[in-house]
Structures are given as C-alpha cells and as structure tokens.
C-alpha cells in the first residue's frame, strides 16, 4: 500500500502520531497498520492529568461522551503502613476516570479513521530500505516507519535495535471481583517486603497484581494460586478490598520493567510508546508517555520527510533524555520507602541512577 507513513500499530502512540500528522502535515498519506493484539490487563485508569493531553489532540470530548466510570481518588501505603489517599476533586480536571481500555483505544483509532488516516491489517514481516522508501514483497512502500507495537518492538528489533533493561520487575496478576471488600474506592498501591501489590476495583472488572522482580516471582511461586495468596497476606489493605472471596484465576505474568531501545530511531524509522521506552508502572504514566510520545514523534516524521537531517536524531535526543528523567523520578519514589532496607527487592533499588542500564533479552524477564 502506497503512503508517505506506516505507523505499525493503533495504539495511543501510534495514534497520536497519526493525528498530529493528519493535523500539521495535512498532504502526507498516513496509513495505520494492526498490529498484534495487546491483552488487556484491566485496572487502568485515567489521571485527571492527561486531560489537557488529550485535549490537545482533539479526544476530550470523545472520551466524556463515552462515560467511563469516574474515579475520584487514589491511595498509597507506601512508606508506612497506613495508606495515604490523592484525592482528584482538588485537581483542576476534577477527576479522572476508570478505563474500559479496548473502549479506549476504539476511540483513538475511530478519532483517526474520521480524521482521514488508512487502516490496513497486518503488519508485513519483511520490509526493505531501497531509493529512500521501504519496501516489502508487493513493492514500493512507505518513505518512513514508526514502530508502535508495544514492547515487542517488532520493526526496531528487526533493524537491529536491542532493548536496555533497568530493572527485572514483573506484574503477577488476575481479575478480581472487589464487591465484598468494598474500602478505599480507587487504586491502591501497597508495598511489602519483596515488592507492591497494585488493586483497582471497576465496573469493568478489577485488576490485583504483584510487582515484584522475576526471580523473586519464581521463588515465591506466585504464578500458582496459592503462592499468589500467600504473597497476599502480606498486603492486609490490599486483601481486605476483596473480603472473603479468594482469587481464584491463575495469575498470569506480564514484564513490567522500565527499559530503552539501544536505537530508538535509523534510516527512515523511529519508534514510539513502549516500543520505544518502558516505564515502571509505578508512575501511572504509561498511556500519558505515549500519547506524548507518539505526538513529538508525528512532529519528527513531519520535519524528517520535510528533509531536516536532525529531525531523527534531535526526537532519539529527546526520547532518551525524558527517560534519564523518569529514572531519576523513579529512584526518588523508591527511595521514600524504608521499611526494608535489607530486602532484595528493595536493595536493588538503592542507587539513584544506573551509569548504563544492563542489556539483556525481553525473553529473560518472563522467565
């Protein structure tokens, strides 16, 4: 399919980057590829934060119309034993809101689709770069590429690129019925000895994970059910929001650590959201990121196939100096915690910034 762009991916960074393309470089032919299918977690939300961000690109009033369950407020026991609550009614935005997250992304992709941008399923496993486009076994292609297909990175990876690893941490996790243990609405991050349990009940179905590192995860057993629920009595605020109903799903393990591509971008090709850059769920910033990435990557195609040789290496620049800063936020929240000093989990978190985040393979986090 001929177009100017290939954005792999209809995600919120692949569909920033399409909708800051269809808004300031209206003459580029923008073409969203399907990439593959991204397994819901449930227990997203929202920030109240991330309004402004989707106001800039047009969504605002898509994602009220669509009424999302409101969420008021968010807890943390971290630091100290009792959980401590942020509430959103003092936030400019007033609140934010429990996610329905393939709803969400419908709203994305519906968003671009009106806005003039082609859909076409299915990602080509082989293109090559040739008289500056980028072909595959139909012919000539797109002049550049953006790869957002999460963290698989599937374009990156097979131009040679290899994701830096910051830490190993994991997410053990279910879908939780909240109904019996109705305390503390909202999500509630708890830390323990080896790590953090993460719980938010929804409409949609809530979501109770573990955070904690691989190896630990496999020590603990926390991927069998009832290792899962032994972890859990460490959690007692955390356990209390689902009363006396046990989960009894088998916990399935995702790879939640932060990392970084070693190239986020090459010759007619960049990357955005996590197949670019990971961070810690810890922050909440996981769809801000690549909505925020994947509108300055639109500006730098925009620039780039305007024939700005800087306009690549300036976005890589940028893409690797905002996560120098997440690190450093990162290692400032850890920090806060105290309560084990001695614990692995937690020992591991000491230093403030690594010099150089170790390389290894996505595979080894999975265990």
């Known amino acids: 399919m001929h177009a100017d762009v290939a954005i792999l991916g209809t995600g919120p960074a692949g569909v920033a980057a399409a909708l800051c393309l269809r808004r300031h470089a209206p003459h580029l032919c923008v073409t969203l590829w399907t990439g593959p299918h991204r397994l819901a977690s449930g227990g997203e939300t929202l920030p109240p934060n991330l309004l402004p961000l989707l106001r800039s690109l047009g969504l605002d009033e898509a994602v009220r119309v669509r009424g999302f369950e409101p969420c008021f407020a968010s807890a943390a026991a971290w630091g100290g034993p009792q959980p401590e609550a942020n509430e959103f009614m003092f936030h400019p935005e007033g609140l934010g809101w429990h996610l329905d997250r393939d709803a969400f992304d419908a709203i994305l992709l519906e968003a671009a689709l009106a806005r003039g941008v082609r ?83 929804s ?41 006396a109903a046990p989960p009894g799903e088998t916990p399935r393990l995702r790879a939640a650590d932060s990392g970084l591509l070693d190239a986020v971008t090459g010759d007619g090709w960049l990357a955005a959201g996590d197949a670019a850059s990971t961070v810690d769920p810890l922050s909440s910033a996981g769809i801000g990121k690549a909505l925020r990435q994947g509108m300055v990557a639109g500006y730098a195609l925009a620039d780039h196939l305007r024939g700005d040789a800087r306009a690549l290496p300036k976005y890589e620049s940028w893409v ?32 403030i910034v690594p010099a150089a985040p170790s390389l290894e393979r996505e595979t080894a986090l999975a265990g």
Do not use: N
């Open 119 to 201: 859909l076409a399923e299915g990602i080509p496993e082989a293109w090559s770069r040739s008289e500056g486009r980028w072909q595959d076994s139909r012919g000539a292609g797109p002049r550049a590429v953006l790869d957002a297909t999460g963290r698989r990175a599937l374009f990156a990876s097979r131009q040679g690129a290899r994701r830096l690893h910051d830490d190993r941490l994991v997410a053990v996790g279910i879908r939780c019925d909240f109904s019996k243990g109705g305390v503390l609405p909202g999500p509630l991050v708890e830390a323990v000895p080896f790590g953090w349990w993460y719980s938010c009940p």
């Open 203 to 243: 409409a949609q179905g809530g979501y109770l994970a573990c955070m904690t590192d691989a190896d630990l995860a496999r020590e603990m057993r926390l991927r069998e059910p009832e290792g899962f629920r032994a972890a859990l009595k460490a959690a007692p605020f955390t356990a209390r929001r689902i009363g």
């Open 320 to 351: 690797r100096a905002e996560h120098l800063g997440f690190l450093e936020a990162r290692s400032e929240v850890y920090a806060r915690e105290r309560r084990w000093p001695s614990a692995p989990f937690w020992r591991r978190r000491t230093p």
